[in-house]
């Protein structure tokens, strides 16, 4: 019953993202073009390779307000590194791959080690790496971007899909697998549903985390290389506000606030719903306080349905025993 609910939910946002599209298609001019469907994928290809890494942070009951933050220091680092230290192109990506591992790392040590509830911890990392970047970058764009890493965030593969969109997907595959098939995604789930049970099961909750929270810093700069890329400079700024983007689409595509349920397929659809309607806001030319203004009533409803969700599973749960 639980994999039903969870499906049918998922089942819900992908047809309420066919509707939209539809209406989208009819009433907004330039919508449904190709060239303008490869730029909606290549935009949600960021927010999906970090709603990868926040997917697996929240179903451990967890959350990582610092992947905006992180996206935006590799997006630094690997700008510095290529342009003023001479790096070669694939030692500035693992460079920056590292240290979003170690930043993942140190948020696992706050929530783990420290006993930081995990929105504070990550949100007051977010602040600390935000100005961090505006330090190193002395608060300034860093342009002259080699022009063969342009091909990580503007290139096509077979001339025909977008470089990031193939990242985007490549990682969700390697996610999808992680959670169906491996020990530690089942470990993921138990220690989502109820840490105290995994412990006396036997499973490491706090190394659990530590790896979830590693995942998502990796995946954060990973996004910010590819950010950084697209848009040819190093942005102090970059990925701004990008958690009132990944959040809703990790909770629309039926991950549970809570823990302990989810899945990335669905994820995919949320990142796809909440791409489309920026898009769409776009299209229509609605200003950026009305579009702030609707981003942050999705986000509402889906904490909203959320908790319905999970009152609803509750009851079921004491009227089975």
Not at 79 to 100: E, N, V, Y
Not at 147 to 174: D, S, W
Not at 197 to 218: D, E, P
């Amino acid at each position: 019953m639980k994999n039903t609910k969870i499906n049918l939910s998922q089942w819900a946002v992908f047809f309420a993202l066919i509707i939209m599209i539809c209406i989208f298609g009819v009433t907004a001019k330039g919508f449904a073009t190709w060239a303008n469907l490869r730029n909606v994928l290549r935009q949600v290809s960021m927010y999906g390779i970090c709603a990868v890494g926040m997917a697996m942070v929240i179903m451990t009951n967890g959350v990582d307000l610092s992947m905006s933050s992180t996206l935006a220091m590799a997006n630094i680092v690997v700008a510095l590194t290529l342009t003023q230290w001479g790096f070669p192109i694939w030692l500035s990506c693992m460079l920056c791959i590292a240290m979003g591992a170690l930043i993942g790392a140190i948020n696992g040590i706050w929530v783990n080690e420290i006993g930081m509830f995990p929105m504070i911890a990550t949100m007051g990392m977010q602040i600390l790496l935000r100005g961090v970047a505006y330090i190193i970058s002395g608060g300034m764009p860093i342009y002259n971007i080699p022009e063969a890493f342009k091909v990580i965030g503007q290139g096509f593969m077979f001339g025909v899909v977008p470089v990031p969109v193939v990242i985007m997907l490549v990682l969700f595959t390697i996610g999808i697998f992680i959670l169906t098939k491996t020990v530690y995604g089942r470990q993921i789930y138990a220690v989502g549903g109820n840490q105290e049970a995994a412990r006396l099961a036997g499973i490491s909750y706090k190394w659990v985390r530590y790896r979830a929270y590693i995942i998502s810093g990796m995946c954060a700069a990973i996004a910010g290389i590819v950010y950084c890329s697209r848009v040819n400079s190093g942005q102090p700024a970059a990925g701004t506000g990008f958690e009132a983007d990944i959040i809703p689409a990790c909770v629309l595509g039926g991950v549970r606030l809570g823990g302990g349920e989810g899945n990335l397929f669905g994820v995919f659809i949320g990142v796809v719903f909440m791409g489309v309607l920026q898009n769409g806001m776009i299209l229509f030319n609605l200003n950026e306080y009305w579009q702030m203004a609707i981003k942050g009533a999705v986000l509402l409803i889906a904490i909203c349905f959320d908790r319905l969700s999970k009152e609803s599973s509750n009851k079921r749960a004491v009227k089975a025993i």
